[in-house]
């Protein structure tokens, strides 16, 4: 199979977790709205996240997703999947269980990329990159690699992870994905798909 001889990617969404410890981008919306006590017509997740930093403050939001999160786990039989021989993972979450569970399944080095300046060569023979399109809750507010929480945060870490997603976008083009816990109601992957083909 193609995974077996190192020509799929794995692209990981909110899925991945949402029954052991993480949360959907819906859900994660209702718990930030019942913690702050949080109204309003704004549909869009990422407006709502912006209008509750600018309400609450960035560190506050922040924090509470940090903690929402923190305690994410990739639990069997999902689990089986980060043994396989991936030629790179990919993820839109912004908890670490994914390159926890490959660090724990993988014989090969597990090599996380949140900004893309980190010197990557994908596909060598000795690791597996775990690349974090939406940032991480590792790293602090406001850093390189931080989780995007809004619109602005989108816009700036599109252009600050280029690198990023121009690794996704060569990779979509000439390797096969696999999608798990991934919704095509986030357009990102459909995104670069559609930049690819114009």
């Keep these: ?9 794995l692209f990981a969404g909110s899925g991945l977790t949402s029954r052991s410890g993480g949360t959907s981008w819906d859900d994660l919306i209702v718990h930030l709205k019942k913690k702050f006590n949080y109204s309003s017509p704004l549909k869009d997740n990422f407006q709502i996240r912006g209008d509750m930093c600018d309400k609450f403050g960035l560190e506050e939001v922040y924090e509470t997703v940090k903690n929402r999160l923190k305690n994410a786990s990739v639990n069997e039989p999902v689990s089986k999947l ?7 993972t990919f ?5 670490i269980a994914l390159e926890d569970s490959l660090s724990e399944n993988q014989q090969l080095s597990v090599r996380t990329i949140v900004t893309g300046h980190e010197f990557a060569l994908t596909g060598l023979q000795s690791e597996i990159l775990c690349v974090k399109l939406m940032g991480s809750l590792d790293i602090p507010a406001g850093q390189p690699g931080s989780m995007v929480l ?19 976008a060569s990779h979509a083009a000439n390797l096969s994905f696999l999608f798990v816990g991934y919704s095509f109601n986030d357009g990102l992957f459909l995104e670069i798909l559609d930049r690819l083909v114009k």
């Design 82 to 88: 980060t043994s396989l021989p991936w030629f790179a």
């Design 91 to 95: 993820t839109t979450n912004y908890d």
């Design 150 to 168: 809004d619109a602005g945060d989108f816009v700036v870490a599109r252009e600050q992870r280029a690198r990023i997603f121009e690794i996704l």
């Design 1 to 9: 199979s193609l995974i077996a001889v190192r020509k799929c990617a």
